[in-house]
C-alpha cells in the first residue's frame, strides 16, 4: 500500500503570465474549488496519509488554503451561517510543506521529497493534469504497484500532433490497460516510438532518489524527472498504466475551458 504522496507545486506559471505573476496556477478555480483541493482530495481517495507540497517562495495562498481559519469560523458562527464551516475545514491528513528555493525542474522537486519518502514506495502528483471522470486517477496506479511491485506511470494516448509536448514511451502491453515501458523520450519533435504519452501520476520506489542525485541536467538544463525514469526502465523496471479516462492540462487555456464546463454540468447533475 503506498501511504504517502508528493506534489510538486513550486513552478512560476508561465504559461499563464501575468495572471500567475501573483495566483499561483493552483489555485486557479474549477467548479468553485481550487485545483489543487482535486489533486489533494485524490491522494486522500486513493489511502494517501502523508502529503508533501513543493512550494516556491510566492505560492503561500496554498498553505493558507489548507490551514485552519478561526478568524472565519467565528464569523460566520456569529452571523448565523455555521453550515459553511465543514466548506473550509482543512483535510483529515499529514499535509507538509517544502520551499524549492530555485526554479531546477521536476526531478530536482521530487528529490527534495527523499527524506519525507525515506525507504517506501511513494506517489506524485502533478496538479496542472486533472481528470473529473474517476474518482480518483491515482487507484489504479496504486493496484498495479501492488500487483508488481515496480514503478508505475500514467500513460493515455494522444494524437500524433500532440506528442511533442510530452514524454512518450516506447512500451509493450503486458495485460488490459498495462505495459511493460522499455524507453521514454521527453517531447519528441519527430518519430515518436509511440502515441502513448506520459501524464501527471506516478507510483515509483524510493531508489529514483539515487538516480535524481546524480542525474546531469537535461532539457532546458533543469534535472528532468523523465531522465530519471528512462533510466529506471533499464535498471530496476517501469510499467505504464494507460487511462481511458479524459484529462485536461489546466495550464492550457483551452483545456482550463472545457474543465471548467465538465465540473459546472456536474454540479447541475448532482443538484437533480
Known sequence: MIYRAIIPAAGYGIRNLPVTKSIPKEMFPIGGRP??????EEAILAGITEILIILSRNKNEIMNYFDRSIELECFLTARGKEHLIPTITPPKVSIQYTRQHEA??????????KSFAGNEPFAVL???????????ML???IKT????STNVIGLQHVE?????NYGVVAAQRLKNRVFDIESIVEKPKKDPPSNLAIMGRYVLR???FEVLKDIAPGQGGEIQLTDALSELC?????????????????SIEQDYLKIQKQAYLMKLHNKH
Not at 104 to 113: D, E, F, I, N, Q
Not at 126 to 136: G, M, N, Y
Not at 160 to 164: G, I, M
Open 104 to 113: 531546477l525542474g521536476l526531478g530536482h522537486a521530487v528529490l527534495m521529497g
Open 35 to 40: 485545483t489543487i483541493e482535486y489533486i489533494v
Open 145 to 148: 504497484y501492488d500487483t508488481y
Open 206 to 208: 524510493p531508489e529514483v
Open 160 to 164: 500524433p500532433a500532440l506528442l511533442k
Open 234 to 250: 533499464s535498471t530496476s523496471g517501469m510499467l505504464g498504466y494507460a487511462y481511458k479516462e479524459r484529462w485536461y492540462d489546466t
Open 126 to 136: 502533478l496538479p496542472d493534469q486533472v481528470s473529473l471522470q474517476r474518482k480518483s
Open 139 to 141: 487507484i489504479p496506479l
